[in-house]
């Protein structure tokens, strides 16, 4: 049995449609066995026999979508893929926190990835890197400037549209650990 996390793009946790507890059902009606969700941010832990991850977040997104009016974007990862990212240690010494965000941007498995990486003149932004095998950008975001969309997230979102998720790196742990749990 293969252990999952969905990033699930676009949840709002006041619309009852998207509370956790309705997004879980969706996974159990789907077979899938440990659900469990992570945070009110969409980020739901399961287990599944099936290895196709572009199938299932095909699948996931249409009962998300058919069931719950959910329009957003499903994106999956591996426990192993998550697990060797926070292996990796990319933001070695720094610290999340309330001004600085550590954050991984995912992108789907059919989005092309970067040839190279945007160029950094963004003063609210430190691009860390891009993580092949995890398929996400690393960054380090100055969020101490209220209502200011760093350029980089600017440039996600044009470049790759709703092929994308981001999360704090927190979260990340966070579900790592509740597959792992």
Same mark, same amino acid.
């Given at each position: 049995?293969?252990?999952?996390?969905?990033?699930?793009?676009?949840?709002?946790?006041?619309?009852?449609?998207?509370?956790?507890?309705?997004? +879980?059902?969706?996974? &159990?009606?789907?077979?899938?066995? %440990?659900?469990?969700? =992570? @945070?009110?941010?969409?980020? /739901? =832990?399961?287990?599944?026999?099936?290895? %196709?991850?572009? &199938?299932?977040?095909?699948?996931?997104?249409?009962? @998300?979508?058919? &069931?719950?009016?959910?329009?957003?974007?499903?994106?999956?990862?591996?426990?192993?893929?998550?697990?060797?990212?926070?292996?990796?240690?990319?933001? #070695?010494?720094?610290?999340?926190?309330?001004? #600085?965000?550590? /954050?991984?941007?995912?992108?789907?498995?059919?989005?092309?990835?970067?040839?190279?990486?945007?160029?950094?003149?963004?003063? @609210?932004? +430190?691009?860390?890197?891009?993580?092949?095998?995890? +398929?996400?950008?690393?960054?380090?975001?100055?969020?101490?400037?209220?209502?200011?969309?760093?350029?980089?997230?600017?440039?996600? %979102?044009?470049?790759?549209?709703?092929?994308?998720? #981001?999360?704090?790196?927190?979260?990340? &742990?966070?579900? =790592?650990?509740?597959?792992?749990?």
């Amino acid at each position: 049995m293969n252990a999952y996390a969905a990033l699930l793009r676009g949840i709002m946790p006041s619309n009852p449609n998207m509370s956790n507890a309705k997004l +879980r059902s969706v996974f &159990e009606s789907l077979g899938f066995d %440990d659900v469990a969700s =992570v @945070l009110a941010s969409g980020n /739901i =832990v399961f287990r599944s026999p099936d290895t %196709d991850v572009p &199938e299932l977040e095909q699948r996931i997104q249409q009962a @998300l979508s058919t &069931e719950l009016g959910i329009g957003g974007g499903t994106i999956i990862r591996s426990h192993e893929e998550l697990r060797a990212l926070l292996d990796a240690d990319p933001f #070695t010494g720094l610290k999340h926190g309330r001004g #600085t965000y550590l /954050i991984a941007t995912f992108l789907k498995d059919n989005a092309k990835p970067p040839k190279t990486l945007p160029e950094q003149p963004d003063p @609210l932004t +430190r691009i860390v890197g891009y993580d092949k095998a995890a +398929r996400a950008f690393l960054a380090v975001i100055d969020n101490s400037v209220p209502g200011k969309t760093p350029d980089f997230m600017a440039w996600l %979102d044009k470049t790759y549209g709703k092929d994308i998720t #981001t999360r704090t790196w927190l979260t990340i &742990e966070r579900i =790592v650990k509740k597959i792992e749990a």
